[in-house]
């Protein structure tokens, strides 16, 4: 909710940091950063105020250049689950503290999770062993570094950060170093995964050709596989098929459909819900049901209508933020969020500075 600046010709509000956050109403970004903006309502230019480690809602203006803002206060943690009963069965904590932990990938060869988490005080990479417990921070950089992926081969690590400006395509080795910039979108590039050949695919939120895209590992051949508004891709392990979401406004629908790399071409598959990943066999697509409560599994391909079989069911008390089933499909890796709101301020804060960018 907007405020009046003491000048009258101002509004200061918050926003996600993260243009996906805007045109998605099932995106809850949970951990992202949030800005503080000022506005002027004749000339529509705007400026940052400041920036805050959770998203923000209402926003006022007090005296001596003091803001207060309703902000979520959060933390999500990791934890493993057992999809296979029995001997073995694995039910534990990866990790368990007051960071915001979340967006796990498995290693391909199931040993470790890549996650993105905000221990370090800024959002970067940083990997659990799922034997040890062992942290190791992949990604060092004041930006948000999220949505990791490591590709088949083990020794890439691909992900979207905003430390070029807007949010990109970035990958690196598989330890983090020796980082670059993929895509040059210009505006919101996120979700990468590749496939087994060096196509990098992604969801843009770019106004003027948001969609699903591929582009190659040496930042050529930009192509749009799919027009419209996209996110959270995942890649076939053979690298044929790409799965995305897709919302659509006018229906109010929240669906997951699949259509092939090479052309974008759709393939038979139709599901209700939003986070998606392939199975570790390709036969199966997993899927995080609208509300969050509930893992579904369903064929591929299958005709539109077919039933899903729910995986897994999250306590009561909490709901599935992020999610993914190892390659071997015996494990699940879940983000459980805990939400708290609460008010905070920010002193000497200059709501009347007369600096203007575009």
Do not use: C
């Amino acid at each position: 909710m907007p405020s009046w600046a003491g000048r009258g010709d101002e509004v200061i509000y918050g926003q996600p940091e993260s243009g996906a956050e805007t045109g998605l109403s099932t995106a809850t970004s949970v951990g992202s950063s949030g800005r503080v903006l000022a506005q002027n309502i004749r000339s529509g230019k705007l400026r940052t105020l400041f920036t805050v480690q959770a998203p923000l809602s209402r926003v006022e203006i007090g005296p001596r250049g003091r803001v207060v803002f309703d902000a979520l206060a959060q933390r999500n943690n990791l934890r493993e689950i057992s999809l296979a009963p029995g001997p073995g069965a694995v039910d534990r904590w990866l990790t368990h503290g007051n960071s915001i932990d979340r967006q796990p990938y498995y290693s391909p060869d199931g040993e470790s999770v890549i996650f993105s988490s905000s221990r370090s005080g800024d959002v970067d990479l940083w990997e659990v062993s799922t034997k040890a417990n062992s942290l190791s921070r992949l990604t060092d950089h004041p930006a948000a570094d999220w949505d990791p992926y490591v590709t088949h081969d083990g020794k890439t690590l691909v992900w979207s950060s905003n430390r070029s400006g807007p949010f990109e395509i970035w990958m690196a080795n598989r330890d983090g170093t020796t980082a670059r910039q993929v895509s040059h979108d210009g505006y919101d590039a996120e979700n990468p995964v590749m496939t087994p050949d060096g196509w990098a695919l992604y969801a843009s939120s770019h106004p003027e050709h948001p969609g699903l895209w591929k582009v190659r590992a040496d930042g050529t051949q930009p192509t749009v596989l799919v027009s419209g508004t996209v996110a959270w891709p995942d890649v076939s392990p053979a690298g044929e098929f790409v799965l995305y979401h897709a919302l659509s406004v006018q229906q109010s629908r929240s669906r997951i459909a699949v259509v092939r790399v090479a052309d974008g071409s759709p393939v038979n598959f139709e599901a209700e819900g939003t986070r998606a990943r392939f199975s570790g066999d390709g036969r199966s697509i997993i899927y995080l049901q609208i509300g969050g409560k509930e893992i579904a599994s369903q064929p591929f391909p299958s005709e539109p209508g077919t039933l899903p079989r729910v995986v897994f069911r999250a306590p009561a008390e909490t709901f599935v933020e992020t999610f993914q089933v190892s390659p071997d499909g015996k494990r699940l890796v879940v983000s459980y969020p805990e939400l708290m709101r609460g008010v905070m301020m920010a002193d000497g804060i200059d709501v009347s500075a007369p600096v203007w960018s575009n």
